[in-house]
């Protein structure tokens, strides 16, 4: 009775310990995290007069976000990153896979390939965007090299025609985090038993057969940890946007995205009141974050239901 006593105080000596140990944490998180989240909600029901809340106004930042002038910005960014999205998943996450069952069926020298592969996604993607843009300006080194080919005649404009400008950026993004892929699909493909892969064999699947009907559905946790995280950046995607081609997604809007038209609001000469439009700004940020919240969580619950168990 004494010993089983003594073992609940201790355990609640440990309790109160590791709760002491979490508090730091919980605080740094609350302040930095959850107060501004917060905050931007609740800014979102006023009307403000640049940086100074004013007064309470409902929903009307957020019907003034779904009409004219805001509407039509706010559905051509929202389509813009839905594009982005589906050409990561297709180009960076479809490629990924394809390379990492080319490694995992080589396996000599794959450790080398995989750094390449994984080497661009060590340089920031501000570097990454601002590369490219000299290297895909009329009279860079891309121009150069297709009129040299025979591929190309004349100077090279794909960043300044509405009509290619987005998939060029969806494609410099692909080749940024390609190694992302490349390194997760390889990871989940060792994990797999190779006596899966030989029983296979001996009942006369090839290579697609086994990628498609053996390999891929054991591969969903590593499929839905790259289409969640996919799903995040492309719907928080800044940076490259803003290095190639302005905030204003140049060019005639066509590169727009949700957060550099969030930016714009917040911060540049957009919106309907002046300079600057904090509440539609902010009623836009809680849109995101809804829109983001909702697609993860589905996200995550499709893809927890395909798992397969062996």
Do not use: C
């Not at 813009?80 to 050409?87: E, K, L, R, Y």
């Not at 150069?144 to 060029?168: D, F, K, P």
């Not at 985090?177 to 064999?201: C, N």
Request: hydrophobic share 55%.
């Amino acid at each position: 009775m004494t010993r089983l006593r003594h073992m609940t105080s201790l355990q609640r000596t440990q309790q109160r310990m590791a709760v002491l140990f979490i508090l730091p944490a919980l605080a740094v998180y609350g302040l930095f995290v959850l107060y501004p989240l917060l905050m931007s909600l609740w800014g979102s029901f006023f009307a403000w007069k640049g940086l100074r809340m004013q007064e309470f106004a409902g929903l009307a930042n957020f019907t003034r976000l779904f009409i004219f002038p805001s509407g039509a910005r706010l559905y051509g960014a929202l389509w813009h990153n839905v594009a982005w999205f589906f050409g990561i998943m297709l180009l960076q996450n479809g490629l990924g896979l394809l390379f990492a069952w080319l490694l995992f069926l080589r396996d000599r020298g794959a450790a080398f390939f995989q750094s390449v592969f994984f080497f661009p996604a060590v340089l920031s993607p501000v570097i990454v965007g601002a590369l490219w843009r000299l290297l895909l300006a009329p009279g860079g080194i891309a121009e150069w090299a297709l009129n040299g080919l025979g591929l190309h005649q004349g100077s090279l404009t794909v960043l300044g025609n509405s009509h290619t400008a987005l998939a060029m950026l969806i494609a410099v993004d692909a080749w940024n985090w390609m190694g992302l892929p490349v390194l997760i699909y390889t990871a989940g493909l060792r994990q797999i038993s190779g006596q899966i892969f030989e029983a296979a064999k001996l009942d006369g699947a090839g290579n697609a057969r086994m990628l498609f009907s053996i390999a891929l559905p054991l591969l969903m946790p590593a499929l839905g940890t790259l289409t969640t995280l996919s799903f995040i950046n492309t719907f928080n995607q800044f940076d490259i946007v803003y290095v190639m081609q302005g905030v204003q997604g140049n060019p005639s809007y066509s590169t727009d995205t949700l957060v550099t038209y969030f930016y714009r609001l917040a911060f540049g000469a957009e919106g309907a009141v002046g300079i600057t439009d904090i509440g539609l700004a902010l009623a836009l940020g809680t849109m995101l974050f809804l829109v983001l919240s909702i697609g993860t969580l589905l996200m995550l619950r499709f893809f927890d239901k395909r798992t397969v168990q062996l």
